[in-house]
């Protein structure tokens, strides 16, 4: 357990299920807000480093970590000295599942050029290749061509 990336049970509403909605709601505004600095994903941990409000006070060192029982989490902001969950830990939740997502965009435009540019034939036959051994993408790609189709045929004009 503790070896998987922590962006595998850090999904939103996951979070937002453990946390509450009041907690979700202030940690959205403070991640909103910019605050978060720093995060440096580790293996089964995040760590990140938070902007206070007041001046003059030290910027928050927030960790959170998968425990067996489930999410840990330390923050050395007043609320979080008390050891309970601070909206600090989930804005830097929430950076870095926005990491994640641009990660995984940046991922998808790579993929989309290549696409583009590798011959038609050599696409297909892949795909097919995979197809095979794979119902559930044999019908997308069905899905795809037969959406494709249908909406080139109103182009008369
Ligand atoms: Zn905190």
């Given at each position: 357990?503790?070896?998987?990336g922590?962006?595998?049970?850090?999904?939103?509403?996951?979070?937002?299920?453990?946390?509450?909605?009041?907690?979700?709601?202030?940690?959205?505004?403070?991640?909103?807000?910019?605050?978060?600095?720093?995060?440096?994903?580790?293996?089964?941990?995040?760590?990140?480093?938070?902007?206070?409000?007041?001046?003059?006070?030290?910027?928050?060192?927030?960790?959170?970590?998968m425990?067996?029982?489930?999410?840990?989490?330390?923050?050395?902001?007043?609320?979080?000295?008390?050891?309970?969950?601070?909206?600090?830990?989930?804005?830097?939740?929430?950076?870095?599942?926005?990491?994640?997502?641009?990660?995984?965009?940046?991922?998808?435009?790579?993929?989309r050029e290549?696409?583009?540019?590798?011959?038609?034939?050599?696409?297909?036959?892949?795909?097919?290749?995979?197809?095979?051994?794979?119902?559930?993408?044999?019908t997308?790609?069905?899905?795809?061509?037969?959406?494709?189709?249908?909406?080139?045929?109103?182009?008369?004009?």
């Amino acid at each position: 357990m503790a070896a998987e990336g922590i962006a595998n049970i850090l999904h939103r509403d996951t979070l937002s299920v453990i946390v509450g909605e009041r907690l979700m709601k202030r940690g959205e505004e403070c991640f909103n807000a910019g605050r978060v600095t720093m995060i440096s994903p580790g293996t089964g941990e995040l760590r990140g480093t938070v902007r206070p409000n007041e001046a003059g006070r030290e910027p928050y060192t927030t960790r959170i970590w998968m425990r067996d029982e489930g999410l840990a989490y330390e923050c050395t902001c007043p609320i979080g000295i008390k050891r309970q969950f601070c909206k600090h830990a989930v804005a830097i939740a929430l950076a870095h599942l926005a990491d994640e997502r641009k990660n995984i965009d940046r991922d998808f435009g790579v993929l989309r050029e290549a696409m583009l540019t590798v011959p038609q034939d050599a696409l297909v036959t892949g795909l097919l290749g995979l197809a095979k051994n794979d119902p559930d993408l044999a019908t997308s790609l069905k899905r795809i061509c037969l959406e494709a189709l249908s909406s080139r045929a109103p182009e008369t004009d």
